[in-house]
């Protein structure tokens, strides 16, 4: 157990719909990565949260959206959803979030776009 | 272009047998490496880790040999056991603190 949680961990919805997940990082990282791994792409980045503030962006759609909330959990919004974003969503933590830090995954969840 | 990848997809080895996984970079400018683990329905599990100043690191039953003239990474597991099954990962860290993944090896050992 990593110390990373995330809900739900399981989600099923139709095309068109919008989800959010949610990840509570481990107590007192400040940092927390969201991460898509798919059958295609593998684990890609999607973006990076430190102490409520963005700080780094990858390969995130502009249909996706994320934020850290003062209390440091975070929530990954996903609107307008296709087929193709069906997938496993990770979020992972770190104390910092530099280069130094080690990241800790939580189990995921497995999002199924009908 | 950067990419991190696996040499080799799938590897079976036998139960007590050294298991060696290959991963190439190609991002000379790396300078932090990860491996993780991932066991089917689980997110990844950090193993171990290694910055570019060092080409060896050893860990429980674990080793990472670094060899930056040929981009090359691997890690090797002592004494495999039914419970090292799984998909292993390498990583590369980018300055923004973010993961590079590799498209990952399949681990299967045979009792």
């Known amino acids: 157990d990593s110390g990373v949680t995330q809900t739900p961990k399981h989600l099923i919805t139709a095309t068109g719909q919008r989800v959010t997940l949610r990840c509570s990082p481990r107590?007192?990282?400040?940092?927390v990565y969201w991460y898509q791994q798919s059958l295609d792409q593998g684990l890609q980045f999607l973006i990076h949260y430190y102490n409520g503030e963005e700080r780094a962006k990858g390969n995130i759609l502009e249909r996706f959206s994320a934020q850290q909330f003062p209390d440091l959990h975070s929530e990954l919004n996903l609107s307008s959803l296709e087929l193709g974003d069906s997938a496993l969503y990770f979020c992972?933590?770190?104390?910092?979030?530099?280069?130094?830090?080690?990241?800790?995954f939580g189990p995921g969840t497995r999002l199924t776009v009908l | 272009g950067e990419s991190v990848g696996l040499h080799l997809p799938t590897l079976s080895v036998q139960e007590g047998d050294n298991s060696i996984i290959n991963c190439a970079y190609s991002?000379?400018?790396?300078?932090?490496f990860i491996w993780y683990k991932q066991e089917s329905g689980k997110g990844p599990q950090f193993i171990i880790d290694?910055?570019?100043?060092?080409d060896k690191r050893q860990g429980q039953r674990v080793t990472v040999l670094l060899n930056k003239t040929v981009k090359h990474l691997s890690l090797q597991i002592a004494a495999t056991q039914p419970g090292d099954s799984a998909v292993y990962f390498c990583a590369e860290r980018r300055s923004q603190g973010n993961l590079i993944f590799g498209k990952g090896t399949k681990l299967s050992v045979k009792p």
């Open positions: 290694i910055r570019s100043n060092m």
């Open positions: 992972a933590s770190s104390v910092w979030g530099t280069n130094t830090d080690t990241q800790y």
């Open positions: 107590s007192g990282d400040l940092s």
């Open positions: 991002n000379s400018a790396s300078d932090y």
